[in-house]
């Protein structure tokens, strides 16, 4: 790779960063203009990276599943340590959790011309399962749940959302004692399986 390719990655990869801080900042959807001030550079800079906005938004939600699969990778032998890291990783940051899903969904509906980046998202998705897929399974035999393996994900990702929703509620959050006690609760609700085998079955 040579020097100039080197830095149009760099740049690239400044730019998903500091829109990522922004959006998060705002809490709300950002401009190309606002996001090229902040990096002092030309607007035009921003389209030799990304052809739309939306472009921009979903190679940030594919930024982070990328994040989501490097921790899969790295705990995908203990499920119980994968599911806490998972969980926290959201939930610690419960408003990039909510809004890059909230994008999703827009995107999802509205955006018709990002075919390939949408493919790259699932198949990094198919890929955490994958990844995550032998363990799971003897957790669950371990405690002879009936739930699949696809199931037990959902489950958790559900658990996951719901307290990052909960977490990210400016009028929950009043209610909220200690977060860190409630962010606890959450991981040790997941990782309990709603249904297991009793002796009889």
Do not use: C
Not at 88 to 106: D, K, Q, V, W
Not at 113 to 139: G, N
Request: aromatic share 8%; no cysteine; net charge positive.
């Amino acid at each position: 790779m040579s020097v100039r390719q080197q830095n149009f990655l760099l740049r690239k990869e400044k730019i998903l960063n500091m829109a990522e801080n922004l959006l998060l900042e705002n809490n709300q959807d950002i401009t190309l203009s606002e996001l090229a001030k902040e990096l002092d550079i030309a607007k035009g800079t921003i389209y030799k990276h990304f052809k739309s906005k939306n472009q921009l938004y979903l190679e940030l939600i594919i930024q982070n599943e990328k994040r989501l699969l490097d921790i899969t990778i790295k705990y995908k032998n203990n499920i119980k340590t994968y599911v806490t890291q998972y969980m926290l990783y959201n939930m610690l940051n419960s408003n990039r959790t909510i809004l890059l899903h909230f994008i999703e969904e827009r995107l999802t509906n509205n955006e018709r011309k990002l075919k390939d980046l949408f493919e790259e998202l699932y198949r990094i998705r198919e890929e955490r399962i994958i990844q995550i897929k032998d363990s799971t399974d003897e957790h669950l035999k371990s405690v002879k749940s009936k739930m699949s393996i696809r199931d037990y994900l959902s489950y958790v990702w559900t658990v996951t959302y719901g307290a990052s929703l909960l977490l990210n509620s400016t009028h929950y959050q009043k209610a909220i004692g200690s977060r860190e006690r409630l962010i606890k609760l959450y991981v040790n609700q997941a990782l309990m399986t709603p249904d297991t085998l009793s002796e009889d079955d």
